[in-house]
């Protein structure tokens, strides 16, 4: 299936005054060890009973608001009934305002490009603390609380599931690299990553990559791949799933899934996500990514 939308090219300057934008959106603040962090949510209107939660990590650079609204996964949790909330990270250096280039709000994957004095910032504790009052404000089912990420905050997602795979039903990832893991999880987390074969910052066959906040090296997808399967229990090759002009799918045993965005770089690929920076490469939104990760996380729970 394939959603065709016209995409203009947006420069550095449009995007980041985008970006800028205030989302129209309900925030709330909340203290975490120590630090005070900002985050959005929508959920569809009535009551539900016991609603799914999707936690929505923006990309280095952005903001919760920003990201829940223009990603499409606002709009995605009115239509489907389910809540999502997308809290903003800390900047790189948290003492200090943020800016896109210089100090971005980030999330906290070890060392590397962000790390600043993100050191002593525990996103994860937060991340925990969010869960626990979200799930008691929208009286949702601790059973279906999903995450979702682009970029540093897909890799942040499956950092999240390394360390608590007893939290989440099902995490989604799109343009992050995998967190290294140093063997088989506890619980398998099912796993649906999206990568662009035209991204820029994240290469398919590895190596050095420029991005607006420097340099970084990365390993080939198929072996960041191979990695996260094992983890998750499963030894053998993957086996595609369909393919055509837009999109191929692949599928590492039953709890491991990759589609790959064909022509697409690095930004998020919703028609109304601003472009964060030239350096990301093309944009392809023909591919309903979101539409994807929800069929992908609405029959998974924590109970079998």
């Given amino acids: 299936m394939a959603v065709n939308f016209r995409w203009r090219w947006l420069g550095l300057g449009l995007g980041l005054l985008a970006l800028a934008r205030a989302a129209n959106l309900p925030s709330e603040t909340m203290e975490s060890e120590g630090r005070r962090w900002t985050y959005y949510s929508v959920s569809p209107s009535g009551q539900l009973l016991s609603p799914a939660i999707v936690l929505v990590f923006h990309g280095a650079g952005g903001s919760g608001g920003g990201f829940l609204d223009r990603s499409g996964w606002a709009d995605k949790a009115r239509s489907e009934g389910f809540v999502a909330v997308a809290p903003s990270g800390l900047c790189k250096n948290p003492d200090q305002s943020p800016d896109f280039l ?29 869960t626990v009052r979200v799930i008691d404000a929208f009286h949702a089912d601790p059973q279906r609380v999903y995450l979702v990420g682009h970029s540093n905050g897909a890799t942040f997602c499956y ?30 987390v099912p796993t649906y ?31 960041m791949l191979q990695g996260w399967g094992q983890a998750l229990g499963y030894q053998g090759a ?39 920076d030239p350096r990301f490469g093309p944009v392809k939104a023909e591919v309903p990514v979101n539409d994807l990760i929800w069929d992908f996380f609405k029959n998974r729970s924590l109970t079998p």
């Fill in 102 to 130: 210089t100090n971005p709000r980030v999330w906290n994957i070890g060392p590397g490009l962000f790390q600043g004095e993100r050191h002593s910032v525990n996103d994860q504790r937060f991340v925990l603390d969010l």
């Fill in 159 to 188: 950092r999240l599931a390394t360390s608590f795979p007893d939290r989440w039903a099902a995490v989604a990832g799109v343009a992050g690299p995998l967190y290294p893991t140093l063997g088989k999880l506890r619980r398998p």
């Fill in 238 to 276: 993957f086996e595609t799933i369909s393919e055509d002009e837009f999109q191929r799918s692949e599928r590492y045993g039953p709890n491991l899934q990759v589609t790959y965005l064909k022509g697409h770089g690095h930004n998020y690929p919703s028609a109304t996500q601003p472009l964060m």
């Fill in 193 to 223: 990553c999206f990568f662009g074969t035209d991204d820029p910052l994240l290469p398919m066959g590895g190596g050095r990559a420029e991005t607006p906040w420097g340099s970084r090296d990365s390993r080939p997808l198929s072996e």
